[in-house]
Nanobody, 126 residues
Framework: QVRLVESGGGLVRAGGSLRLSCAAS????????KGWFRQAPGKEREFVAA????????TYDDSVKGRFTISRSVIKNQLYLEMNNLKPEDTAVYYC???????????????????WGQGTQVTVSS
């Protein structure tokens, strides 16, 4: 069982930046596919970004491509999401997720994300 705890959310003005962190414990986090998802009020949860278990591949939703960067630290057992040029439409609760040990599929969005954090709120004012 992997436990995930997000941090780094907050209130920022449009055009600003935030860095989200996700600390993992309790399981084989290093071998999992890892991702960030978000859910805005009144909307379904949506995919934001993912990174393969080896860190060699990343995938981004088109809405954040070029502005967000996903990365991970094997030593620290952490996942990160660097968010730049934030827009009001990025406002949401952001969740980190992990799962699907040694997933080799071509589409990281389709990995089985079985472990989820509690989420961290990101609010972008205009």
């Amino acid at each position: 069982q992997v436990r995930l705890v997000e941090s780094g959310g907050g209130l920022v003005r449009a055009g600003g930046s935030l860095r989200l962190s996700c600390a993992a414990s309790g399981g084989a986090f290093s071998g999992t596919t890892k991702g960030w998802f978000r859910q805005a009020p009144g909307k379904e949860r949506e995919f934001v970004a993912a990174i393969s278990w080896a860190g060699s591949r990343t995938t981004y939703d088109d809405s954040v491509k070029g502005r967000f960067t996903i990365s991970r630290s094997v030593i620290k057992n952490q996942l990160y999401l660097e968010m730049n040029n934030l827009k009001p439409e990025d406002t949401a609760v952001y969740y980190c997720a992990a799962g699907d040990q040694y997933y080799s599929g071509s589409d990281l969005r389709l990995a089985a994300y079985e472990f989820w954090g509690q989420g961290t709120q990101v609010t972008v004012s205009s």
